[in-house]
């Protein structure tokens, strides 16, 4: 590592001097300044230890004021990797952020916002979520994103970090981060192995505590996650295994893939050459293979010419992870609905699209080159039908389409698969609103400016399409004097969406009205101790107010709420997917989000009621079913809401009780 000179340490000075002289008219020229000797300082360890040294003189002197970084206590773990990916400056100031942490963590510095143990266990998130730079083990996508100048500050700054904090606290937050990963049965399993991956080789995972026994259930799924890929671990080599072996030790190799995979939810490249082994010649071991339920048999019994069809045209080592899906779309008995088996069958015809193509192979990393596009893409219509609640929007600022994709492949599977051939061979999509035809191609730009690729194949394929027909849908919903969504997502999403609307915020105004209303209907409509016990039947496209973990007001957000029910502690919450990728968000006030534990389903999150209440601004129902609840719902259930709201993003609002929305 290269050692900074006296100069480095006398310029950096200088500019500190130059910093804490200068007068509001420069301050910011002068911690540009500064900042340039920071990235300077951080290509070393010597100079890391040096700003290490003098971050409390730093801090003191205003170097984060009026930044994102000004107060410690308010910062989130998980944006860290992607402000250090953005580049000088901000990765400097970034540095800067984690070294005052670092100070806190370790006593040199006090603090009047945050607790000494809140500064250490923030430092283990954020080790957590940046491996990589500590292993100096990046991904490819991720030395595609940033200079090797950036690379070596990210390297340097996560290697001192390394060897000042234990680790211990590290290794454990890991743990349990890989298993609220795969709680949620994500489409996207790349986080996921990129993380099993990096604990295999730099932790010690042979020990007997429960951390070391969890982490090694998701080794194992992924590197052994049976007797004969243990002892074969070259694919070649266990493919070799499968045609020299016994049905005997077949079946106790597909019972173990099966189990594996439904404890974890991931798939081994072994388990795709024992999956096609089966098909051609043990077929009776197949419905052992997939962990299939009593419903999942009878599917592949009727259905099997067509599934081991698709399973030998697509199922491969690097598109393994589809046979999960699968699974899934058999124990659902997709397959006994005949739209869905003729919508494979023309999907398996396709002809895609050059500029489809393109984005697909850009979503790919390391891409087999004998695995073809379409059938990257089966495979990803595959999981997209098995698992509805586990599409996320990536970096992109598409909920609301990330919402439809899951809706669509709940409750108008068929029509998804339509929609995704028209797209993959026109590149294209036409979509109706209030009697007239939009087609994507023939629209502006909607709200991506440019689309990140680190999303499932199906979304990347449909969402820059579904993207531009729902900004245009919106603005021409924009200047009736209420909220566009009240027309746009019943246009959107389907005809199961209710016509009956409920916001609280009000446009023309930009103020909050009569919210105790809003949240009587809300009760009314959903609550079943005060709406006779109903039960949702469809997903509800509901608009949340984001907090950060202070409570503070980020901006609005697209989530479906899918069911109320009482968790196992007689807790009424409501189940919801946040399609943003991490259901388990800090919102404030004590609000957060749950993925396990609390009777969720894979891909859920969960809310004690009144918390998810305390978040929505708007939402569908039906008028007439909520009419002759209203009354019944109690003065203290909306009593508990209101504060919540009032005191986190209603701060952000005037508050107008005079209208009534009912």
């Known amino acids: 590592m290269e050692i ?11 500019s500190l001097e130059e910093f804490k002289e200068s007068i509001e008219l420069t301050k910011q020229e002068k911690a540009t300044k500064l900042a340039s000797q920071v990235d300077i300082l951080s290509q070393s360890r010597n100079g890391l230890v040096y700003l290490l040294q ?5 801090d003191r002197a205003g170097i984060f004021n009026n930044t994102v970084w000004s107060e410690p206590d308010k910062l989130i773990p998980l944006l860290v990797k992607g402000t250090l990916k953005v580049g000088h400056p901000t990765s400097s100031f970034e540095i800067l952020s984690e070294l005052r942490l670092l100070a806190f963590a370790t006593g040199i510095e006090k603090s009047d916002k945050i607790s000494q143990k809140d500064a250490q266990s923030f430092l283990e998130e954020v080790m957590v979520h940046n491996l990589e730079f500590a292993h100096q083990d990046v991904s490819e996508e991720t030395r595609l994103a940033m ?3 950036e690379l070596k500050k990210a390297f340097n700054l996560f290697g001192f970090i390394v060897s000042e904090i234990d680790l211990q606290g590290v290794y454990e937050k890991l743990a349990e981060e890989i298993r609220l990963i795969c709680a949620q049965r994500p489409i996207m399993t790349r986080k996921a192995r990129e993380l099993i991956r990096l604990v295999n080789e730099r932790f010690d995972t042979s020990g007997d505590s429960e951390t070391d026994r969890s982490v090694r259930l998701y080794i194992n799924a992924i590197y052994a996650p049976s007797e004969g890929a243990r002892n074969n671990v070259n694919l070649k080599d266990y493919e070799r295994f499968l045609s020299e072996s016994s049905v005997a030790t077949l079946e106790r190799e597909a019972r173990a893939m099966g189990d594996h995979m439904n404890a974890t939810g991931l798939v081994s490249g072994y388990h795709s050459l024992l999956l096609k082994k089966l098909v051609a010649d043990y077929e009776d071991l197949v419905p052992v293979c997939l962990h299939l339920n009593d419903r999942g048999v009878a599917e592949w019994e009727k259905f099997h010419g067509l599934i081991s069809t698709l399973i030998n045209e697509t199922v491969s080592p690097d598109n393994c992870q589809c046979i999960y899906g699968l699974a899934r779309m058999l124990g659902k ?3 006994s609905r005949r739209p869905v088996r003729v919508g494979l069958e023309n999907l398996r015809k396709v002809k895609i699209h ?7 192979s850009k979503s790919l990393i390391n891409k087999d080159a004998d695995v073809t596009v379409l059938q990257y893409l089966i495979g990803g219509t595959i999981k997209v039908l098995g698992q509805h609640l586990g599409v996320g929007q990536g970096n992109n600022p598409t909920c609301q389409s990330a919402r439809g994709i899951s809706m669509w492949s709940q409750h108008a ?6 929609m995704i051939i028209t797209v993959a061979a026109q590149n294209d999509l036409v979509m109706r609103f209030e009697n007239q035809d939009l087609t994507s191609n023939q629209l502006g730009k909607g709200l991506l400016d440019n689309l990140d690729h680190n999303l499932d194949v199906v979304s990347v394929v449909l969402v820059p399409h579904l993207d531009k027909i729902y900004n245009e849908m919106m603005k021409r919903s924009s200047f009736r004097g209420e909220d566009p969504h009240k027309w746009v997502n019943p246009a959107m999403y389907g005809q199961w969406i209710h016509v009956g609307f409920a916001s609280c915020y009000d446009y023309p105004s930009n103020s909050i009205v009569d919210f105790e209303g809003f949240v009587r209907i809300f009760y009314a409509a959903f609550h079943p101790d005060y709406n006779g016990q109903r039960q949702m039947v469809y997903p509800n496209p509901v608009g949340i107010f984001l907090t950060t973990n202070k409570g503070v007001m980020v901006g ?5 709420l899918l069911r109320v029910d009482k968790n196992k502690k007689g807790e009424m919450r409501a189940y919801f997917l946040n399609p943003n990728n991490e259901g388990r968000q800090d919102w404030g006030q004590g609000i957060k989000p749950t993925v396990f534990g609390n009777g969720e389903k894979p891909g859920e999150s969960s809310l004690p009621f009144y918390q998810f209440v305390a978040r929505v601004y708007a939402f569908h129902y039906s008028a007439l079913d909520v009419k002759s609840w209203l009354s019944k719902v109690p003065e203290e259930e909306i009593a508990k809401v209101e504060p919540l709201a009032k005191e986190s993003w209603g701060k952000s609002y005037v508050w107008n009780q005079q209208t009534k929305l009912w």
């Not at 599977?413 to 339509?418: G, W």
Request: hydrophobic residues 50%.
């Open 413 to 418: 599977p068929a029509m998804l698969i339509d």
């Open 354 to 360: 050059s500029m489809v193509e393109k984005r697909i």
């Open 4 to 14: 900074a000179s006296d100069r480095i340490f006398e310029n950096f000075e200088k």
């Open 147 to 149: 200079p090797v100048r």
């Open 556 to 560: 609005l957000h697209a989530i479906s």
């Open 54 to 58: 003098k971050i409390g003189e730093l």
């Open 333 to 335: 008995s997709l397959f």
